[in-house]
Structure formats: structure tokens, C-alpha cells
């Protein structure tokens, strides 16, 4: 069995999608689908069984489940707003914490979603190496719940047996839940496709122009594929970056959209909010070096590429992965 946490959401249920394409139902989905976005991310998927995480943490305090080969922990507060530390030392840290001692303990694969705002403004680069874990500084507290939980299990020296993934901007069907935290592509097509117009936020370094900021934007699928090689290969443990490695603009993002749309470009900027000029990252880009090393080299998707199918496959009729 396989134990998929954060089902309902983005990237977990993509996984399961991509599991139930594989041939794989006995999955155990843990999450809550009382958001209706989220109930629909499920409907189309297969799984054997549904818990809360509450009720698999006690199950996995108790020892009270056995029989699981895998657990791919996707679930945790995401919002890079949010500011209630202990909340997020109970949801991101504690509960990673449990359910890894649980998967040494019982011999089974442990991967989970460290994220790529544990690089913060990028000063230190953007560099997956373990080495470098203590130098890197996040710039909101969820980002230092993500590296705390990092730290811990270098700190414990069970790196090689585990594998943390740091998801860099990812995009595509299934985020239609996450409100404010979706993507700038599906934000982009629901503005473009309602005014004929999509709004950027303005440069405030000389050495950017306006829309010039960049992103490293790496497509779902692509996400998936890449979680699902270190499912594919137990031997392969560390901290992997997940992304294309290619540094876009957010005026390459919006001419893509633009174009599978086949509307006529029409970019607004707009003035950025003051609360967020001094967090607001200029520029990230996943090293690919460490996880190509590893043997992953699958080509992916370009950014045009990527939202051309989003756009064309789901935005705009309306459906989702497993639909």
C-alpha cells in the first residue's frame, strides 16, 4: 500500500492520478475534501482507503497500521503567509517528524515536499547540495518549517534513506483550490480570458524591468515524473530541487498565455504592495545538476509548452487530471 498525504490537493492528487495510470489503487489518500475544489481533485482518482491526518497520525503513533511499502508526504500548510509559528511547528515540522521516524522504523520509502522557499532571496544560490543546508535563510515562517524539518533529518543522519523535494514554481490542473496561492498561469487565464488584459507587478531594481522578474516554472506532470522517480528507485535518498532549471520571466509567462488563448498581448504593471517589496524574489532557478546525476533525464516541458496544454486541456474546457 501506499500512503499519499495532501491527496486532495495540487500535487498530491496529480500523484495519485499518475499512481491509478500505472496501475496502482491501493493508495490511502490522507486529507480533508470539504473545500469543493478539492472534492472534485478526488473524485476522478482511485484509492482504497481515506483517512484525516489526524486520524493516520494516530494510527502511525499507535502502530496501529501496518502493510505500507511507501508514503509520499505532499500535505502541509503552503501558504507563505501564514504567521502562527506553532501552528505551522505542529503541521509542517512534527508531523513530517512522526511520520518519518515511522517509515525508518518500518522499512518503508519516506518522500516528502520540502520546498523551494527554503532558499529565501536566492543569496546563497539555489544549490540542492546537503552541505550547504545551515547557510540557507528562508524569508517567511513557512519556509523555516520546511528547513527546520530539513536540518532534523540531516541532523540525524537519515538523508540517505529519506527524500525531500524542493518544489520550485509549480503550475497546472488541480490548483484551482489554492485561491490566492494558485499559480500566475491560472490567475493570468481567468484575468486575460475576463478583461483582455493581464496585470504584472512593476520592477523596483534597475537591473529588471517591468514583468522581467524571473521564475524557475516547472509543469505538473513534470513535478509528478520527478517525485515519482525516487518511488521508482529506493536506493536514491537526499534533497532534490524539482524544476526545469531554466530561469523565465513573468513576460515570457504572460505572452505564453496570451498565445494559446490566440488573444492579442496586453500586458498592464501594476504597483507592487509595500508589505511584500522587501520579501519579493527577483530571480529563482532550480540546479538540476544533483537530481540529473542521479539519473533522472527526461526532458521537460518549456514553459510555452507547459501552459499551452494547460490552457488548451483544462483551462479552458473546464477539467482537471483524472477527469
Same mark, same amino acid.
Given at each position: 500500500?501506499?500512503?499519499?498525504?495532501?491527496?486532495?490537493?495540487?500535487?498530491?492528487?496529480?500523484?495519485?492520478?499518475?499512481?491509478?495510470?500505472?496501475?496502482?489503487?491501493?493508495?490511502?489518500?490522507?486529507?480533508?475534501?470539504?473545500?469543493?475544489?478539492k472534492k472534485k481533485n478526488i473524485e476522478g482518482i482511485k484509492f482504497s482507503g481515506?483517512?484525516?491526518?489526524?486520524?493516520?497520525?494516530?494510527?502511525?503513533?499507535?502502530?496501529?497500521?501496518?502493510?505500507?511499502?511507501?508514503?509520499i508526504h505532499m500535505g502541509a500548510c503552503s501558504s507563505t503567509t501564514e504567521t502562527?509559528?506553532?501552528?505551522?511547528?505542529?503541521?509542517?515540522?512534527?508531523?513530517?517528524?512522526?511520520?518519518?521516524?515511522?517509515?525508518?522504523?518500518?522499512?518503508?520509502?519516506?518522500?516528502?515536499?520540502?520546498?523551494?522557499?527554503?532558499?529565501?532571496?536566492?543569496?546563497?544560490?539555489?544549490?540542492?547540495?546537503?552541505?550547504?543546508?545551515?547557510?540557507?535563510?528562508?524569508?517567511?515562517?513557512?519556509?523555516?518549517?520546511?528547513?527546520?524539518?530539513?536540518?532534523?533529518?540531516?541532523?540525524?543522519?537519515?538523508?540517505?534513506?529519506?527524500?525531500?523535494?524542493?518544489?520550485?514554481?509549480?503550475?497546472?490542473?488541480?490548483?484551482?483550490?489554492?485561491?490566492?496561492? +494558485?499559480?500566475?498561469?491560472?490567475?493570468?487565464?481567468? +484575468?486575460?480570458?475576463?478583461?483582455?488584459?493581464?496585470?504584472?507587478?512593476?520592477?523596483?531594481?534597475?537591473?529588471?524591468?517591468?514583468?522581467?522578474?524571473?521564475?524557475?516554472?516547472?509543469?505538473?506532470?513534470?513535478?509528478?515524473?520527478?517525485?515519482?522517480?525516487?518511488?521508482?528507485?529506493?536506493?536514491?535518498?537526499?534533497?532534490?530541487?524539482?524544476?526545469?532549471?531554466?530561469?523565465?520571466?513573468?513576460?515570457?509567462?504572460?505572452?505564453?498565455?496570451?498565445?494559446?488563448?490566440?488573444?492579442?498581448?496586453?500586458?498592464?504593471?501594476?504597483?507592487?504592495?509595500?508589505?511584500?517589496?522587501? +520579501?519579493?524574489?527577483?530571480?529563482?532557478?532550480?540546479?538540476?545538476?544533483?537530481?540529473?546525476?542521479?539519473?533522472?533525464?527526461?526532458?521537460?516541458?518549456?514553459?510555452?509548452?507547459?501552459?499551452?496544454?494547460?490552457?488548451?486541456?483544462?483551462?479552458?474546457?473546464?477539467?482537471r487530471l483524472g477527469n
Amino acid at each position: 500500500m501506499i500512503v499519499v498525504t495532501g491527496a486532495a490537493g495540487f500535487i498530491g492528487s496529480a500523484i495519485v492520478h499518475e499512481l491509478n495510470s500505472r496501475g496502482r489503487d491501493d493508495i490511502l489518500i490522507v486529507d480533508e475534501a470539504s473545500d469543493p475544489e478539492k472534492k472534485k481533485n478526488i473524485e476522478g482518482i482511485k484509492f482504497s482507503g481515506m483517512q484525516s491526518k489526524e486520524e493516520f497520525l494516530s494510527d502511525v503513533l499507535d502502530r496501529k497500521i501496518s502493510g505500507i511499502e511507501s508514503i509520499i508526504h505532499m500535505g502541509a500548510c503552503s501558504s507563505t503567509t501564514e504567521t502562527d509559528l506553532n501552528y505551522l511547528r505542529i503541521n509542517n515540522f512534527e508531523y513530517t517528524q512522526h511520520l518519518a521516524k515511522f517509515a525508518l522504523e518500518t522499512g518503508s520509502r519516506f518522500i516528502y515536499a520540502s520546498s523551494a522557499a527554503t532558499y529565501g532571496d536566492g543569496e546563497k544560490g539555489y544549490d540542492d547540495d546537503e552541505e550547504l543546508l545551515e547557510t540557507l535563510v528562508p524569508l517567511n515562517p513557512y519556509g523555516h518549517s520546511k528547513q527546520q524539518f530539513d536540518l532534523w533529518a540531516k541532523k540525524e543522519n537519515v538523508l540517505n534513506r529519506i527524500v525531500g523535494l524542493k518544489y520550485f514554481n509549480v503550475y497546472g490542473p488541480n490548483e484551482y483550490h489554492k485561491e490566492n496561492m +494558485q499559480s500566475m498561469v491560472r490567475k493570468g487565464f481567468l +484575468q486575460i480570458s475576463d478583461t483582455k488584459k493581464l496585470k504584472l507587478f512593476k520592477s523596483y531594481r534597475q537591473e529588471y524591468s517591468d514583468g522581467g522578474q524571473v521564475r524557475d516554472f516547472v509543469y505538473i506532470k513534470d513535478a509528478v515524473d520527478m517525485t515519482l522517480y525516487f518511488l521508482d528507485r529506493p536506493e536514491i535518498g537526499g534533497i532534490f530541487n524539482v524544476g526545469t532549471g531554466k530561469a523565465r520571466s513573468w513576460n515570457d509567462l504572460a505572452k505564453a498565455i496570451f498565445e494559446a488563448l490566440e488573444i492579442e498581448e496586453s500586458i498592464e504593471y501594476i504597483e507592487m504592495p509595500e508589505s511584500i517589496r522587501d +520579501q519579493y524574489q527577483y530571480y529563482t532557478c532550480a540546479k538540476t545538476e544533483k537530481i540529473n546525476k542521479a539519473g533522472y533525464d527526461k526532458p521537460v516541458l518549456s514553459l510555452e509548452e507547459g501552459i499551452t496544454d494547460y490552457v488548451k486541456k483544462y483551462l479552458i474546457p473546464g477539467t482537471r487530471l483524472g477527469n
